[in-house]
């Protein structure tokens, strides 16, 4: 069967996922900041579980170390942050560029750590879960760090699936749903069931012509 990576997977979407390909059997490795109290996640029976903070450099390169030889069919990348912000003189820069490291810098790491695991296997796919926050044509104002690091990483990942499209590789970005999770809030609409459920379909049946492209959770096209 094939095999998942998925960050950011003890709790939320990235949870709802790892039972998502678990049940459809696939092989899931499924990362987290901290294995010791990920129950629900290590309670996914099959689910390898792994250390993995994508914005620490060194745990990266251990799990790409982990990881040497290993082929990842979809590397999922999930794990990511909302410090809630407001109009332009709340912001707080601090925050800003964790942000940042978190939702931009900390896919790229474990992009580039995990390549090769990628391209030695048979689907060569990546995924990232973006936001619509992140859309320009979209925006409706305020949260100025969380959407522009959706945005800046739109684009990390359109430039991602130029450089490796000769290479076979596949690298898709998605918007969720407004998701019932910690971050979406507890009356958010879209189950997780429901946004794991349509982002796996749409990877299922996801063909080279997919490559760059950023899609809601039910597969209609977003604009940038
Ligand atoms: N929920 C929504 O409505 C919504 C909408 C649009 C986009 N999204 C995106 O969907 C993804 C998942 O969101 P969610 O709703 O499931 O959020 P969540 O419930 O807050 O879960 C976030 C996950 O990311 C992990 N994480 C945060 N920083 C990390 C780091 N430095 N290294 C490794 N893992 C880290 C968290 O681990 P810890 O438990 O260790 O903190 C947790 O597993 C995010 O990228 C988010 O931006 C969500």
Redesign the pocket.
Known sequence: MPTVLI????????LELARAYAADGWEVIGT???PDVASALKAVGGVEVLP????DAASVAALSKTLQGRKIDLLLN?????YRSGTLAEIDYDLWARTMD??VF?PMRVCDALTNNVLASDRKQMAF?????GSIAECGGGSYTYRSSKTALNMAVKCLSLEFAGKGLTALMF?????R????GAS?PVLPTESAAGIKSVLDGATASDNGRFYNYDGTALPW
């Open positions: 960050t950011g997977a003890n709790r939320g979407i990235g987290c900041r901290k993995l903070d994508v914005t999930n794990a990511g942050v909302n978190a939702n900390g879960i973006s936001s619509k926050m918007h969720p749903g407004h998701v999770t910690d971050m979406g958010a």
